[in-house]
T-cell receptor, first 112, second 116 residues
Framework: GENVEQHPSTLSVQEGDSAVIKCTYSDSASNYFPWYKQELGKGPQLIIDIRSNVGEKKDQRIAVTLNKTAKHFSLHITETQPEDSAVYFC???????????FGSGTQLTVLP | DAGVIQSPRHEVTEMGQEVTLRCKPISGHDYLFWYRQTMMQGLELLVYFNNKAVMDDSGMPKDRFSAKMPNASFSTLKIQPSEPRDSAVYFCASMNGGGGNTGELFFGEGSRLTVL
């Protein structure tokens, strides 16, 4: 089955700096790559996603890039703010499958 | 919409006791997922349903765990007997699997289980 690895497990940045979280996947048939944000005491919530026919997608301060050849994708957050502090999960889905395989999560802390 | 509703939010029990976690998915969603979150394993898929039928329960320890979805608006995850290693946060999520759908999962706020 699919295996998703995520790095780093923890990341601290100064407010206003950029943050980058990277994931690799194993199944070349995977075609959907969402990112979820989990705030303390809450369930994960989708923040951005990308499909395999697209190399990059942006939504305000958040962007995701996908390299299908290398089988990796990344989340980029620019101009970080304290409210960006949370756990971020990458995930992958293969073909017509309905279930997601999640990475292990990254605890992002934005220091004021 | 009220979102995915889970109960209880917190449960503390003793080893050997039965635990039942409950979930109400978003109305109209035809997929329901149970995930377990631990520090060591991240988010693990235990089981998921489509239109109330189990599609995949390969992630669920079947000797002590059971999951049911008796109707489109209710699901349970039962652990009997519970063990300390079952301590985790259990999330329920639902999804609209209709044509053209993005496949976004909507998670509940989780049930934190502590088995002493």
């Amino acid at each position: 089955g699919e295996n998703v690895e995520q790095h780093p497990s923890t990341l601290s940045v100064q407010e206003g700096d950029s943050a980058v979280i990277k994931c690799t996947y194993s199944d070349s048939a995977s075609n959907y790559f969402p990112w979820y944000k989990q705030e303390l005491g809450k369930g994960p919530q989708l923040i951005i996603d990308i499909r395999s026919n697209v190399g990059e997608k942006k939504d305000q301060r958040i962007a995701v890039t996908l390299n299908k050849t290398a089988k990796h994708f990344s989340l980029h957050i620019t101009e970080t703010q304290p409210e960006d502090s949370a756990v971020y999960f990458c995930a992958a889905k293969t073909g017509s499958a309905r279930q997601l395989t999640f990475g292990s999560g990254t605890q992002l802390t934005v220091l004021p | 919409d009220a979102g995915v509703i889970q109960s209880p939010r917190h449960e503390v029990t003793e080893m050997g006791q039965e635990v039942t976690l409950r979930c109400k998915p978003i109305s109209g969603h035809d997929y329901l997922f149970w995930y377990r979150q631990t520090m060591m394993q991240g988010l693990e898929l235990l089981v998921y349903f489509n239109n109330k039928a189990v599609m995949d329960d390969s992630g669920m320890p079947k000797d002590r765990f059971s999951a049911k979805m008796p109707n489109a608006s209710f699901s349970t995850l039962k652990i009997q007997p519970s063990e300390p290693r079952d301590s985790a946060v259990y999330f329920c999520a639902s999804m609209n699997g209709g044509g053209g759908n993005t496949g976004e999962l909507f998670f509940g706020e989780g049930s934190r289980l502590t088995v002493l």
